[in-house]
């Protein structure tokens, strides 16, 4: 096989017991492989890897949790079905750099950044691998991109992602599970993305995870485990206490606005890159880069200009990355309405249709 | 009915066929037509005349078909019991209870399944390749050989759990762990 599935280690697991369970496994991974349409798994190049052991029998609970025991039940049916092994996705090659390089384009306030990513390119390389485990905390002033990066670097590494708004974090559950004694307890996030879906390296995004709010328990709570690489390795969900899952290779970019309201702890688990506003010549080159990404979105190439006028250029310039991408769309959609032959964006601040105010005059 | 389909051993369920000596049975009743055949050269005339009017070789083809049926319908459902255990992972009972009852339904089908294992796990791999595909998973040529090559060292006990194995081959069981 070309895949080694995870073998049961208890004393009662017999070679023959094992014949079944790896031709179970190597069936469970060529259905993980089909629903990411890479089913040619002798050709696609994907590493498969074990991110539990299956445990050889239920586990034995009190009668009178039925809600648990049922609970049990429907989560080992899952697991024998879906299997131990889980696609590595983001295999480290020269293609990959070159594909990361080029958000030196991209996102040129990112550029340090980018930098600690290729070098993690380039070590995983020699272990021949894929990019795992990346722990990556960028902070700035708002509206400088990081989402935008973040997404942007999901997507070129072909992940699946997860994006986690912090802000609206009530609770340690989304990401680590709740209690198993609740009746309505459910794995949280991070369990679900890996058991439940096809990668054993997603990319998390937590997002303003300096505004995660304390005052109903401490959503970051399961983080403290989540980031360290060994106890990452054996991190258990609370609502599927018996089933310790490896999710070290989980790749992790967080936002935030101002890193002082981050716990020091916690901080000190990622790799921060403060990020700065793009200087003026590089807004310029953004503006005209998210320019052409909008009319190839819109199929509008042969319609407008490729390049941005003088004033657009100038007016942009002086805009963060999110307001620029927020003028120009409104100004091709009003081009659009108006049937113009160029965006309305001129030299007063942003587009000539005047910003809709809100509320009582 | 399992999710193949209707096992053929339904087929077989005649009060005529629960002894569960059959598969013996069957061989001595053969043998008895050839003889009676032969006694029918004889001299006593009562027996002459009994024995002409027996038609040994339609019998013994009879006995025959009979015994090949058995065969193929030990051989096909095996091949569904395999491949039901290898494909349902996820409800291992299911596939436990059922070849607890196919092996239970009469005393000869054990022994049949035992016969017939070779070809059942010839057919199981067929069974298994042709579900995923339906399953809309693409099977290239070596997937499929590591499919095969992986049923084909299947034996009865990687499928059953050590007790249930024990109480329908007992010998076996006997013997292995002697080994």
Known sequence: MNTTPALDNTDNATSTECRLENLQQFIASLRIRSETGSTSCRTSGTRMVSVFNIPKKKREVLVSDRDVSKRDERIFSLIRERGAMRLLGAT????MAEAIGRLHATHPNFSSAVNYILGEEMLARQKNTALCGLR????????????????????????????????????????GGSEEYWSNSQPGIVWKKIVQDTHANPLFVLDEIDKTPTNWGDPLGALYQLLEQKSAAIFCDKSVPWLPVDTSMA????????????????????????VQAPSESELIN???????????????????????????????????VREAKHVLRTALAQALRENRDELPINGKGHSATSRRRIGFL | MNKFGRFKQTNFRDWQL??????????????????????????????????????????????????????????????QLIAQSVLDASNQEDAVE?????????????DL???????SLEKSAALVIEQLESDGIEVNQATAEEIEAAIKVFELKDLLPPDLYASFFPMQATEEAES
Not at chain 1, 92 to 95: G, K, L, Q, R
Not at chain 1, 299 to 320: I, Q, T, V
Not at chain 2, 73 to 78: F, L, N, Q, R, V
Not at chain 2, 113 to 119: D, I, L, T, V, Y
């Open chain 1, 92 to 95: 480290a090659s020269a293609e």
């Open chain 1, 136 to 175: 990556i905390l960028l902070h700035g002033a708002p509206g400088v991109g990081k989402t935008d990066f973040a997404l942007t670097l999901a997507d070129l590494l072909a992940l699946p992602r997860e994006v986690i708004s912090m802000s609206s974090s009530q609770a340690s559950a989304q990401l």
């Open chain 1, 251 to 274: 790749n992790w970019i967080s936002t935030a606005n101002d890193v002082e309201r981050i716990h020091p702890a916690l901080r000190s688990r990622f790799t921060e890159f403060e």
């Open chain 1, 286 to 320: 953004l503006t005209q880069r998210l320019y052409s990404v909008l009319l190839a979105e819109f199929s509008l190439n042969d319609r407008f200009p490729a390049e941005l006028g003088m004033d657009a250029k100038a007016a942009l310039a002086n805009m963060s």
């Open chain 2, 18 to 79: 629960r002894d569960p000596q059959l598969l013996d049975i069957l061989a001595r009743q053969q043998q008895q037509l050839w003889q009676l055949a032969r006694v029918a050269n004889k001299d006593d005339a009562v027996v002459v005349e009994a024995c002409q009017a027996l038609d040994a070789e339609l019998l013994h083809y009879a006995c025959q078909r009979l015994r090949a049926g058995l065969d193929v319908a030990a051989s096909d459902d095996c091949a």
């Open chain 2, 98 to 110: 059922h070849w607890q009852k196919w092996l239970s339904a009469a005393a000869y089908w054990p």
């Open chain 2, 113 to 119: 399944a035992s016969k017939q294992w070779c070809r």
